[in-house]
Structures are given as structure tokens and as C-alpha cells.
């Protein structure tokens, strides 16, 4: 997703003067292209997040559209005060991008992991909130909210996830999701870099005779509405999937929605990571093995809920 | 990238009698203001009036009339706890009327005990969490070398002591050095006081200068109450070096009233009745 991310950004940069690229110190050679470019538009902000986001702020109030950009944990919690108060109250439009989603950088151990992060920026006022589910996706939210005026939260992956989209996504809109495949038994709700394991366990259900409607549920924030209430009406099961915390993620925000619009809260199951932070070294297939968020666990957990 | 020419002006003496004048008259007002909301920080506010007067009443060029003008200078209060000298900056200098200062904490108005963001004219960042400024100031600063346009406005951010505290404020002091930020100028209201303690008792300031110096900016100490000599210090901003430039202004705080300055009560207490007509009485104000 990150290439994508850099790709596409150098693209925007093309179009667009008033885009500047600010990074913590990361993505060594990344933005070579977008540098060589635009080299009056890219600052390397160094291990500098408050910094780098007070100043993302100050550029946007006179008309630029910075974009932030460093691993997950440190562009979003290290810097959630000047994220809140710089960026969101402001309502100016700044983009803040990162790298690691959940479990991405798993082996980086607990300090580079971020499954609280849609907890703390999905109660930001005016802030747009997206978990893209592949490349393409990157590269629609990325054009989709740089063309907005107000600030947005883009969650990616790492690199090399399987690319889920056939091409670009000529239709994408923030708030809108999207159905990948069809199905009649149960509903799955993915945000983010789950959509591999949803795609998958959607086969794996077809296979047990299950049938599986797979959506790309890509913006915690605002909610697809619509869709939800679509699939809860419609499906016996709606199960959410996302790489973070069962507390205040893209499920919460789901639970929430049903809760305050009355529907049947019995339908709906969450999939996420529990309230502990993960010690143990190893990839992320590793730890989500060890959390139950492969797809075949998935596909198990929802034949024995069905059942 | 391009670099901000520094400004030439005009050899422009300040009226030191009118801005000693105009601050007593700014001085009188935020006292009354503390006194009739109950609104603490006066003291905070007293201690920076002098560097407010020379910036609005001589040093800045501004227009307000035209608060969002592309070229107008940036003054941002980093030290937002002094939102009562900087509104009754702004409604003495003309951005808002005066009548607009008595909403000041009012259920329903647009004066909160901090400034807010996108309400009034004239406030360019909304502050009161300390260590924000200087960081948006950097954006300021910085957007006139990435829009390219010859744009040659300076970007003033004034800190109070307590806040040099923040790790944010160091993060953009050696991120301004580092990109050159000519156009961009740090006071220091340095009245020696955080809300309940002495500054160097709490973290270690001192030497302040030395540190800014160290930090890759011009620095320089001066009488934050010296009105001329603000005046003059701020107006020569870029001062033709490559760096950013740091006031380190001397102030007492609750400067101007006998019975305020130097005592830290007055970070919190508001005046009575009696404590104004006596203040405004040293004050010479009518």
C-alpha cells in the first residue's frame, strides 16, 4: 500500500501545487520520485511528530494541502493533541498518513503495533477516518480526500498485500462502501487491512456451504449508514473485521450505530484484537494467528455462530 | 527554494509616548475585564502588554480591515492565557469593536477565556494548550517559501516562560533553524513565573538565550518593557541573517500595577473594585 501511497501522492503533486509531502524521517527512497519533482514541496520533518503536525496545520491555513506521513503509532497517538487541536478544530485540510495498520509491523514489537488509533481519532470532530483494504484503495481515498476541505485520517497497511480491486476504483467515495463479492448467509464487514483475510474467508464459508457477502467497509468515519442497515436487515449475521482493539474501533462504531438506531444487536459480531498489547516476536501472520484473525479462523467462528 | 528578501523599511522612529499611552489604555482594559468576568491570568496578561502594543501599534504591517490578507504579517499568542490582552489588542487596533470585549466569557459569546479558532478576526490560531504556536507558526513561516510568490510577511509567535517547558516548542525551534525560517520571530515573555512556581525552579530555562542560541536562532535579550526598543526589535525582523530570530524580552509580570508585579497570586486572582480605581489611578488612566 505504501508505494501506492507515494505513488499516487507524486501524481497529485503533479496536478496540484498546493500539495506538500511532510515525513517523519521514514520511507527511505519512497519519495525519490515525488522529490525529484517537487523538491521545493517535500520537508523531511525528522523524529518530530508534534512538530511536523502543528506545522501541517499552519501550511493548510494558508491554503496548501499538507500530507503527514510516518509509522502508524507515531503520527497519530504520539501527536493526538496537535492532531486535535492544530488540525481537527481548525478544520483545516490536512491528511495525515500511516504506515502499519494493527498488526502490519508485528514484529516490530508493541511500540510500532496500532490498534488503538481509530479509537482516539474516530472521536475527533470534522476528521475523516479511512482504512483502505488494498492498493487501489489507497489511491482513491488519497485523491478522494485531498480533494475535500477539511482534515482526514488514511490507515494503511505495509507493503506487497494482495491487491483485492481489479484496477482503479473509478466510483470510490468517502462514506460509501464496497461490496467485493455477493452472498445470502452472512454479512462481512471489513475495515481496512483485513480484506485479504474477509475475501478469503468468504471463499473458505462458500466452500462449507455458506454463502458470503464480502464488503470493503474502508471509512470508519462517517459511516456508511445505508450499507449497515442493508446488511442487518437483510442478513441473519453481520460479522465486523478489523486489525485494532474490539474497544472504539470500526466495530464499536458499528455496535453504536445499532444500538442508537434500534436494530437487532444479536445479529452482529465483532472481530478485532483483544484488550491486551501482543509481546510475543513474530510476523503478523504470526500474531494473527495467535488473535483468531486468520480466515479460516474467521470462517470457523462464523460456521459455529450460523449454527 | 527561494529566499524571503528581508524587508527593507522605512528608518521609522516609534512614538514612544503614544504606545506608553496606548498600552496604559490596553492595560486598564484587561484589568477591568479580569475584574468584571472574575477571569484569572491578569497578571499574564500585564506582563506582555508592552511587546503587544509595539507589535499591533507599530512593528506588524497589517490592515484590519483585511485580517486574511495574503501578505499581512502573522502575530500568533502562543501563550493563549493571555486571551484578554490580545482581545483588548484587537479591539483597541480596530479588528472588532470595542462593545464586543464586554461578551468577554458571556454564556453564548465568541471571547472563551482562550482564543478560539475561526471566530473573530485577527486570531490566527486558536492556543491554550501551550507548545502549539511555534509549530503552526513553521507552517506560516514556511508557506511563503513553498507558494513561491515573492511572499516577503514575518510570522511573530509569542511564548510565555512556562511554555518553553513543552518538547513541541524545541521540535519547531530546530525545525524552523534548520529551513532557514528568516521570516519567522519568537518572543519570549520572560516574567520569570509558571502558574504556581519560578520558572528556572521548575525546568530549567536558564540560560534561555544561550539556548535559542544553541538552537540555531539569532537570540538576543532585551527590555520586554522598553517599549521603543520592542518597537525597533520587532520592526528590523528579518534582521538579514539566515535564521529565525528569538526575542528574549525581560518583563515583570503584572507589570505596570505596584501591588501586582512580581507576585504570583495575581496568575489566578482577579481585582476588586477598590484594587481597579487603585490600578488604574498608577496607571494614570482616568
Known amino acids: 500500500m505504501r508505494n501506492a501511497f507515494a505513488d499516487e501522492l507524486t501524481k497529485l503533486g503533479d496536478d496540484d501545487e498546493r500539495v506538500v509531502m511532510l515525513s517523519g524521517d521514514i520511507g527511505n527512497r519512497l519519495f525519490d520520485k515525488f522529490k525529484d519533482k517537487h523538491p521545493t514541496r517535500f520537508f523531511n520533518c525528522g523524529v518530530a511528530e508534534a512538530n511536523m503536525t502543528g506545522l501541517a496545520a499552519g501550511l493548510a491555513m494558508n491554503g496548501l494541502r499538507p500530507v503527514t506521513y510516518t509509522i502508524t503509532p507515531f503520527v497519530t497517538t504520539r501527536c493526538l493533541e496537535q492532531i486535535r487541536t492544530d488540525v481537527c478544530y481548525h478544520d483545516v485540510p490536512v491528511t495525515v498518513v500511516a504506515v502499519g495498520a494493527g498488526l502490519a509491523y508485528a514484529g516490530l514489537g508493541p511500540t510500532h503495533h496500532a490498534c488503538e488509533d481509530i479509537a482516539f481519532l474516530r472521536a475527533l470532530p470534522n476528521l475523516v477516518v479511512i482504512s483502505p483494504g488494498d492498493a487501489w484503495e489507497v489511491r482513491a481515498a488519497l485523491r478522494a480526500v485531498m480533494k475535500q476541505e477539511h482534515p482526514a485520517y488514511i490507515r494503511m497497511g505495509k507493503k506487497g498485500e494482495p491487491k483485492i480491486h481489479q484496477g482503479p476504483i473509478e466510483n470510490f467515495q468517502i462514506g460509501k462502501a464496497i461490496t467485493i463479492a455477493e452472498g445470502r448467509d452472512v454479512c462481512l464487514l471489513s475495515h481496512g487491512n483485513m480484506l485479504p483475510e474477509a475475501v478469503e474467508a468468504g471463499k473458505l464459508l462458500e466452500a462449507k456451504g455458506k454463502s458470503a457477502r464480502v464488503v470493503s467497509f474502508h471509512t470508519a468515519k462517517p459511516l456508511d449508514e445505508a450499507c449497515i442497515a442493508e446488511a442487518l436487515n437483510k442478513f441473519k449475521l453481520v460479522v465486523t473485521l478489523e486489525e485494532h482493539s474490539l474497544i472504539g474501533g470500526f466495530g464499536s462504531a458499528v455496535a453504536e450505530w445499532t444500538v442508537d438506531n434500534g436494530c437487532d444487536t444479536r445479529k452482529l459480531m465483532r472481530i478485532g484484537t483483544p484488550d491486551k498489547f501482543f509481546k510475543e516476536s513474530g510476523e503478523q501472520e504470526h500474531a494473527r494467528e495467535r488473535l483468531g484473525l486468520t480466515a479460516h479462523q474467521i470462517a470457523d467462528r462464523v460456521i459455529a455462530k450460523l449454527s | ?286
Open chain 2, 1 to 286: 527554494m527561494n529566499q524571503i528578501s528581508p524587508i527593507s523599511r522605512k528608518a521609522n522612529t516609534p512614538d514612544v509616548a503614544f504606545l506608553r499611552k496606548q498600552a496604559a489604555e490596553l492595560r486598564g482594559e484587561v484589568i477591568g475585564m479580569s475584574h468584571k468576568t472574575g477571569s484569572a491570568h491578569l497578571a499574564s496578561c500585564l506582563s506582555c502588554i508592552d511587546i503587544l502594543t509595539a507589535a499591533y501599534w507599530h512593528a506588524l504591517n497589517i490592515d484590519p480591515a483585511k485580517p486574511t490578507d495574503d501578505g499581512r504579517d502573522r502575530f500568533i499568542l502562543s501563550k493563549g492565557h493571555a486571551a484578554m490582552a490580545i482581545y483588548a489588542t484587537l479591539a483597541h487596533r480596530g479588528y472588532f469593536p470595542r462593545d464586543l470585549l464586554e461578551t468577554y466569557t458571556k454564556d453564548g459569546g465568541k471571547l472563551a477565556e482562550h482564543p478560539p479558532a475561526n471566530m473573530l478576526p485577527g486570531i490566527e490560531a486558536a492556543t491554550g494548550s501551550l507548545g502549539h504556536g511555534l509549530p503552526i507558526a513553521n507552517g506560516h513561516a514556511l508557506s511563503a517559501k513553498v507558494k513561491d510568490k515573492g511572499a516577503n510577511y514575518r510570522v511573530f509567535a509569542l511564548m510565555s516562560d512556562g511554555e518553553c517547558n513543552e518538547g513541541s516548542v524545541w521540535e519547531a525551534a530546530m525545525f524552523a533553524s534548520a529551513q532557514k525560517l528568516a521570516n519567522l520571530c519568537v518572543i519570549v515573555d520572560y516574567n520569570k513565573w509558571q502558574a504556581t512556581a519560578r520558572s528556572n525552579e521548575t525546568l530549567q530555562l536558564s540560560p534561555l538565550r544561550e539556548k535559542w542560541e544553541s538552537f540555531g536562532w539569532d537570540a538576543y535579550e532585551i527590555d520586554g518593557h522598553d517599549i521603543g526598543a520592542v518597537a525597533t526589535a520587532l520592526a528590523d525582523v528579518p534582521n538579514g541573517s539566515s535564521k529565525p530570530v528569538a526575542f528574549i524580552a525581560n518583563t515583570v509580570k503584572g507589570k505596570g500595577v505596584s501591588f501586582m508585579e512580581d507576585d504570583n497570586n495575581w496568575h489566578y486572582r482577579a481585582p476588586t473594585a477598590e484594587e481597579v480605581v487603585k490600578a488604574r489611578q498608577e496607571l494614570g488612566l482616568s
